[in-house]
């Protein structure tokens, strides 16, 4: 395994196939137990390499991180899409293979998506994750977040808390 990152850039659409390989490794490392397994099954299987193709062309920013071996990571953010959060900008996922974590990659991609939004006037940046998922809290509260709010997403007939994190 590489560990040296050679960039953090924009999504292109030949990164379709790798994108889905992450978020179906990602998504069952950081949800199987939280997420209920039909559910989570669903959601991975909807999140198909034409879904991926899809979301390098839309406006919501999509960056990798990609690594000696390749596509190892990935970030949509953009403007705040509620306000429930108090921020001007919000991250919608950050997810790193479960291989690659624990290196840094993800604290490096949080600082250049951070840095992105800071630079298109978004200086207030929140960031949801799921109640239960004791990993993405410990990150988003290590990097400094402040826990900020509560609600629920509710995934097919459940009811999942979740809590918002705001940076400065």
Do not use: C
């Not at 990609?66 to 990571?73: K, L």
């Not at 919608?92 to 479960?98: K, Q, R």
């Amino acid at each position: 395994m590489s560990t040296s990152t050679t960039s953090i850039r924009r999504a292109r659409s030949t990164d379709a196939d790798t994108l889905s390989d992450v978020f179906d490794a990602a998504w069952r490392e950081a949800y199987r137990g939280i997420i209920p397994g039909v559910s989570l099954e669903r959601m991975i299987s909807q999140r198909s390499s034409q879904w991926w193709l899809g979301a390098t062309q839309r406006s919501r920013p999509l960056v990798v991180v990609e690594t000696g071996d390749g596509v190892v990571g990935y970030a949509v953010y953009g403007a705040a899409r509620a306000r429930s959060l108090k921020a001007a900008g919000e991250i919608d996922e950050l997810y790193i293979l479960p291989s690659h974590q624990g290196l840094g990659l993800g604290r490096r991609l949080f600082r250049a998506v951070s840095n992105d939004m800071h630079d298109h006037g978004l200086a207030r940046i929140g960031v949801w994750a799921l109640e239960e998922n004791d990993r993405a809290r410990d990150f988003y509260a290590g990097l400094g977040g402040v826990l900020t709010g509560r609600s629920v997403d509710r995934i097919a007939g459940s009811v999942l808390p979740k809590v918002g994190y705001r940076f400065e």
